[in-house]
DNA sequence: TCCGGGGCCTGACATTTGTCATGCGAGGCC
DNA sequence: GGCCTCGCATGACAAATGTCAGGCCCCGGA
């Protein structure tokens, strides 16, 4: 038998975490050699054990899955990424494949499923859950361009438009403009129904 | 020695309920009678099992943790409800309290934790986190009178205000005035503000 | 080279939204 | 009863927002 599948684990949630561990432990080829609540310490863990394979949860504090996924890949090439998340938005699986990750699916999939996975990309495949992957092609790329995610990223809070200039530097009719159309594009009332949509696509 | 504690799980992410289900078993006095992925779901099992205590996640598909603890109230008194969630916002936990619930506690907690708080709430004694408790109380208590709630929550997905006038069938500047009354009581700048301010602090 | 298209930026104008003064009815207090 | 406060409801006015036509610059194709 060859070597066991050295496995970092992180996750902000302890229950799913710890229950997590012990169910992988049941896998014979499978060890874990470190957990992490947050995203800095997933990489500090990741950097001290350099395991074979990182499994991580999209929503941590600090640092989310796909920042910690970019780190690794230049960091420890060697060390394969799979993504776990609870709430898949479109946007973020093709942030994730553009970060290097070789896996990613829903918190829905089964523990036995997960071990399947983790060897799955230890063996240098990859794996995305066909109906989070369904989404993303339907969903299709952002219709934005630069300046309008930008803008509508400055109006997710509610701010006034006023203040919003000030931030992007711009005049406050360019501003409207810019939220005009991408609400526009995105077949919205308005620039809030814009940021609720765009939210759900992940394209901001 | 008793009878074993008979559990029923709920929880939509099928990879923490199986975790948990496994991890719980290995305690002696335990024992998991059932497993629910959405509300409807949760309810149906606790008429078919009648479990001791039911260990709820907040978030589900189909009907809320709250939701289905109102139900279990009024027809399974005996069933003790136990709420874990991933992100708690104060009002959701004041709610809670309302709907006869047990303990709350977030999904931070470690699995061994959560085994002793089931038998605390079986016990028939109460338990709730001490952060999200001062959370909840730091907080406060609603300002909002019940239309300005009302009319909140129909602006929250972004309609203007002529669509949330035919909705809560008002005049469109009476929809206005309470927008306006509501946001000045959150301290937000517009109404769009107001909603995220109410939606953290779970006012909606 | 010279268009044409697309992204970026702006101010002027129409529409929507927020604020104010006001009226009405239901309770609590003297 | 008389008085006050508070929530509910409304329309008029002021301020913020959305829409439009147009100018500038860069790049790729004719």
């Known amino acids: 038998m060859t070597e066991a599948v050295r496995v970092l684990l992180a996750d902000d949630e302890h229950l799913i975490r710890g229950a997590l561990a012990a169910l992988l432990s049941l896998e014979e080829d499978l060890v874990v050699v470190a957990e992490a609540a947050t995203g800095p310490e997933a990489m500090a863990m990741a950097r001290a054990h350099a395991p074979d394979v990182a499994v991580l949860d999209l929503q941590m504090p600090g640092a989310d ?11 420890l ?4 990424v799979l993504i776990v998340t609870s709430h898949g938005r479109p946007g973020h699986l093709k942030r994730a494949l553009a970060a ?23 063996a240098g495949n990859r794996y995305v859950d066909p109906e989070l992957a369904a989404d993303a092609i ?15 990223e400055h109006a997710a809070d509610g701010a006034p438009v006023a203040e919003i200039a000030e931030r992007a530097a711009l005049a406050e009719g360019t501003v409207r403009n810019y939220l005009s159309s991408a609400a526009t594009k995105l077949g919205a009332e308005n620039r809030h129904a814009a940021v609720r949509l765009a939210r759900e696509r992940g394209w901001v």
Not at 77 to 80: D, E, G, M, N, S
Not at 104 to 122: D, G, N, Y
């Open 65 to 75: 899955g796909v920042r910690v996924a970019t780190t690794l890949r230049a960091e």
């Open 138 to 152: 339907s969903a299709g790329d952002s219709p934005l361009t630069a300046r309008e995610a930008e803008v509508l």
């Open 77 to 80: 090439p060697a060390c394969k």
């Open 100 to 122: 290097g990750v070789r896996g990613f699916v829903p918190k829905t999939t089964s523990a036995q499923r997960l071990a399947e996975l983790i060897r799955t990309v230890h």
